[in-house]
């Protein structure tokens, strides 16, 4: 039971590159979430999806986008990347929404 | 607006206790939430309080007073491995879990 994976766990873009962060769960949970973490900040929230078929916006919506795959899979692509987007970036899922929300390890993304 | 307070920093000796305090402030509430990080790896969930009260886990308990808008997260007989950051986050009415800054807590022996 690997819980929640992400790929890759270090990734370095030159301004206006695109990309795909990857993430899978396999404790079939419902709804998963992507957040970025700024070095002393906390998480915030860009995108969830509170169950397959469906994805909102969260805090920090804008220069993503992203796909509910299946019930396993979640992505998050960064089109256009800007050094702005420099952060880690977590996915997250949790059995159905309010609930305890399990972390991936994250990934750590340099846009220069 | 949303926003969670709560300290930046939090220093304690080996055996003592702390308590971490968060205050909140979002547009309809579900319940406090606590995370802890350690250098920059996978938060962790700690505990979770809907209702008024003390809820206990082990050398955790977490406190929520919603007439407040109010809870603390206390880490009682600290051993060197608790030191960590230390997140309060809440859900609000969309159902979205907002975060804190974060409490970097040293345990120092």
């Known amino acids: 039971n690997a819980g929640v994976t992400q790929t890759p766990k270090f990734q370095v873009l030159k301004t206006g590159q695109s990309m795909t962060l990857q993430c899978a769960q396999d404790?079939?949970?419902?709804?998963m979430y992507w957040y970025r973490q700024d070095p002393g900040m906390g998480l915030r929230l860009i995108y969830y999806s509170a169950s397959e078929g469906t994805t909102d916006k969260g805090e920090v919506p804008n220069g993503y986008n992203v796909s509910r795959l299946n019930k396993r899979e979640f992505s998050l692509r960064l089109e256009s990347a800007a050094p702005s987007q420099t952060s880690v970036y977590f996915c997250?899922?949790?059995?159905?929404?309010?609930?305890?929300?399990?972390f991936g390890p994250g990934t750590r993304l340099t846009v220069t | 607006g949303q926003s969670l307070e709560q300290p930046s920093e939090v220093t304690a000796v080996e055996g003592a206790i702390v308590q971490i305090n968060c205050t909140y402030q979002?547009?309809?509430?579900?319940?406090l939430s606590w995370y802890q990080q350690h250098d920059g790896g996978a938060p962790t969930f700690l505990s979770y309080?809907?209702?008024?009260g003390l809820e206990e886990t082990g050398r955790f308990s977490s406190f929520l007073s919603r007439s407040d808008s109010y809870g603390y997260l206390l880490l009682q007989e600290l051993q060197m491995k608790d030191s960590a950051s230390y997140f309060c986050?809440?859900?609000?009415?969309?159902?979205?879990?907002?975060f804190g800054q974060g409490t970097e807590l040293s345990v120092k022996p």
């Open positions: 309080n809907a209702l008024d």
């Open positions: 997250a899922s949790s059995e159905v929404s309010r609930d305890e929300q399990y």
């Open positions: 404790m079939n949970h419902n709804s």
């Open positions: 986050a809440v859900y609000n009415q969309g159902g979205k879990l907002i």
């Open positions: 979002t547009s309809g509430f579900y319940g």
